[in-house]
């Protein structure tokens, strides 16, 4: 993904593209969301990035930015409509540009806080509007983009984290097919949190466990494990138990599972400070991912030679 911003930039994303990955026809490797100026409008900017990408057959997301009571009607039967109208300009525009250019139906229609003016993340009327966009999507037979940890919350505290569960839920039931702000959101979208960042991966790691579904089979079903052990008894040491504990269930990475006791001796951490020490470690352990020194080299190049090219250019024309 990268910045949909004019033409000249995405230009030079698709030039920086094809220096990694050659001819950019086939597979699209690089796209970005278009999102609408809601209501009504598409700016200069998403349009140069949108005509850009589609005519090199890259993936645009076109996204209305709609906050309802804002950009649309308060209602969310007049967001829906709104947004599926805007997001349909865009995708025809795409096709105008060139016929079976990939894109993705955007959906971004949480509401307003009427008495602060900011963005209502985590709430009912937002998780209808992710709902019924995925139903809209496979209407029009397109994949859908949703939201994921939408928060007004300050810090990753309790409201976070129930706010997110509001975004997280209908994204996952409505067969998001791409999640975007899945991780870190905070503030409205106006900061990040890295302890947050490990507390939505979490999360995220447990609907793909949960849409994994799970087995009913005569090995699955156990029925002579139950037999054996029978009324009252218990199922830790049997050998249907030990042969599958350590992968039975989820294993959580963040969650602390002790008695109180026991958690107040160990420190007493709270998610948000158990996180914390899980990201510190996961950058110390981090390496970078390979790439051809000539290819890197070029690169840089490419880089330094468009930064002394753009000096007082407008980048947005």
Request: include cysteine; aromatic fraction near 10%; proline fraction near 5%.
């Amino acid at each position: 993904m990268e910045a949909a911003h004019g033409r000249i930039i995405t230009s030079d994303c698709l030039k920086m593209a094809e220096i990694v990955f050659g001819s950019l026809e086939g597979d699209p490797v690089i796209g970005d969301v278009i999102n609408v100026n809601s209501p009504l409008r598409f700016d200069d900017r998403m349009l140069g990035g949108l005509l850009t990408y589609a005519r090199a057959g890259q993936v645009t997301f076109i996204t209305p930015f709609i906050l309802a009571g804002a950009m649309s009607p308060v209602t969310m039967a007049a967001a829906l409509a709104q947004q599926n109208a805007e997001a349909l300009a865009g995708i025809a525009l795409t096709q105008l540009v060139r016929p079976g250019a990939p894109v993705i139906y955007g959906g971004f229609t949480p509401n307003v806080d009427l008495k602060s003016g900011s963005p209502g993340g985590g709430t009912p009327e937002g998780a209808w509007a992710l709902l019924v966009g995925g139903q809209l999507a496979r209407f029009y037979n397109l994949p859908y983009r949703g939201s994921g940890s939408l928060t007004n919350a300050q810090s990753p505290d309790a409201q976070a984290s129930y706010e997110t569960m509001w975004n997280l839920w209908p994204a996952v039931l409505a067969h998001t097919n791409l999640l975007m702000h899945s991780v870190g959101w905070l503030e409205g979208g106006l900061t990040a949190s890295f302890e947050k960042f490990i507390i939505d991966l979490e999360n995220l790691a447990m609907f793909r466990h949960f849409l994994a579904g799970f087995a009913v089979d005569d090995a699955s079903l156990a029925l002579d494990m139950i037999a054996e052990v029978g009324a009252g008894g218990h199922h830790f040491g049997t050998a249907h138990t030990q042969a599958q504990f350590q992968t039975a269930f989820y294993q959580s990475s963040l969650a602390d599972r002790q008695g109180y006791e026991n958690w107040q001796q160990a420190g007493g951490m709270d998610t948000a400070v158990r996180a914390q020490h899980i990201w510190q470690t996961m950058l110390k352990q981090y390496e970078p991912p390979p790439l051809d020194p000539a290819i890197a080299e070029a690169l840089r190049d490419f880089v330094a030679r468009r930064e002394r090219e753009l000096v007082g250019v407008n980048l947005y024309d």
